[in-house]
Nanobody, 120 residues
Framework: QVQVVESGGGLVQAGGSLRLSCAASGRILRINFMGWYRQAPGKERELVAG???????NYADSVKGRFTISRDNAKNTAYLQMNSLKPEDTAIYHC??????????????WGQGTQVTVSS
């Protein structure tokens, strides 16, 4: 009964920008964490950016200064603004939401992923 849906991926040229959205819906009592992960072929999955319930943020070193994560609590939505994109940013981006559902237990929910491709 909880769903996580991402949108906003696409194809852009190097130096361009994209904004990804991650919306959680359903019976949600509390969201503890929302974050963006990415995985490219031949690479390990990495946390790109995360934001806690208290508003603290953290970023991978490779995206600091270029990406910004934010949230809209009223909409249960997180955003990832990606600027100055590089070909190395090409990957499938997944949103993970850590939330307390009707079981009163914190659980991880993952979105289906959205493809980001950056051309040279």
């Amino acid at each position: 009964q909880v769903q996580v849906v991402e949108s906003g991926g696409g194809l852009v040229q190097a130096g361009g920008s994209l904004r990804l959205s991650c919306a959680a819906s359903g019976r949600i009592l509390r969201i503890n964490f929302m974050g963006w992960y990415r995985q490219a072929p031949g690479k390990e999955r990495e946390l790109v950016a995360g934001i806690s319930s208290g508003g603290s943020t953290n970023y991978a070193d490779s995206v600091k200064g270029r990406f910004t994560i934010s949230r809209d609590n009223a909409k249960n939505t997180a955003y990832l603004q990606m600027n100055s994109l590089k070909p190395e940013d090409t990957a499938i981006y997944h949103c993970k939401v850590v939330l307390v559902d009707m079981t009163w237990t914190a659980r991880d929910y993952w979105g289906q992923g959205t493809q980001v491709t950056v051309s040279s």
